[in-house]
T-cell receptor, first 111, second 115 residues
């Protein structure tokens, strides 16, 4: 089946630093989504990408849908304490709404 | 809060008992998805339902697990004769379109513990 590999698995950064994480797939997707999950809660949608090459921002977050449709990255600028959590990428195919999730990137901010 | 509602938030069952997990989708959403998450892992797809129909159950274990989304009422994920390996967080998501490009919105999950 399809697999999504995220890197890095974990990040330890200082407040104010920029963050970059990416996601690669063995096959193409039509839609890429980025979610954030905090302890004890469900994933919350951050950004949705619908076209190859698309670059989309949501506040301090920026994500891009790779040209090959097999990868995506998420950047967070000027990190703040509330950015702590696990970030998941997810891919979706037309005609099949189910999402395939990546392995997650755990973000920790060092005081 | 018009989000996806799941209950109970926490469920403890002894081995051999049945677990019933409920999910009410967001208002206006007619598509429901169930995912399972083990500690420190990503979410794994289980089943995709529309009202009164199972669209894709490729992620459901062949035995003991079933799901429904009746015309009226919430979607139910049912696990019969639970075993310790069923302990996990079960998340429900909903969307409003039956074509690609409709993001899924998740509930806060039900954490099942089998003792």
């Amino acid at each position: 089946g399809q697999q999504l590999n995220q890197s890095p698995q974990s990040m330890f950064i200082q407040e104010g630093e920029d963050v970059s994480m990416n996601c690669t797939s063995s096959s193409i997707f039509n839609t890429w989504l980025w979610y954030k999950q905090e302890p004890g809660e469900g994933p919350v949608l951050l950004i949705a990408l619908y076209k190859a090459g698309e670059l989309t921002s949501n506040g301090r977050l920026t994500a891009q849908f790779g040209i090959t449709r097999k990868d995506s990255f998420l950047n967070i600028s000027a990190s703040i304490p509330s950015d702590v959590g696990i970030y998941f990428c997810a891919g979706q195919l037309f005609g099949n709404e189910k999402l395939t999730f990546g392995t997650g990137t755990r973000l920790t901010i060092i005081p | 809060n018009a989000g996806v509602m799941q209950n109970p938030r926490h469920l403890v069952r002894r081995r051999g008992q049945e677990a019933r997990l409920r999910c009410s989708p967001m208002k206006g959403h007619s598509h429901v998805y169930w995912y399972r998450q083990l500690p420190e892992e990503g979410l794994k797809f289980m089943v995709y339902l529309q009202k009164e129909n199972i669209i894709d159950e490729s992620g459901m274990p062949k035995e003991r697990f079933s799901a429904e989304f009746p015309k009226e009422g919430p979607s139910i994920l049912r696990i019969q004769q639970v075993v310790r390996g069923d302990s996990a967080a079960y998340f429900c998501a909903s969307s409003h379109r039956d074509r690609g490009g409709s993001p899924l919105h998740f509930g806060n999950g039900t954490r099942l513990t089998v003792t």
